[in-house]
């Protein structure tokens, strides 16, 4: 299953990778597998995160 976050505030949290005002994150069964902008993926549910803050990475401790 693939699941694309579309559109939303992302935090990295990387020393590496600026966060994005405007970001898109790709999520294929249960991992990340691509964070940028204007990301394309076929077959994928596409999640509008408009207006949204999105953690890659981060875990719910609350429903783990």
Known sequence: M???LR??????LGVRTPNLV????L???DRIVEVGTGLR????E???ATDRVVLPGFVDAHRS
């Open 41 to 44: 993926a076929r077959d994928a």
């Open 2 to 4: 693939r699941t694309l």
């Open 46 to 48: 596409v999640v509008d």
């Open 27 to 29: 999520i294929e069964d």
């Open 7 to 12: 559109g939303g505030t992302v935090l990295t």
């Open 22 to 25: 405007t970001g898109d994150v």
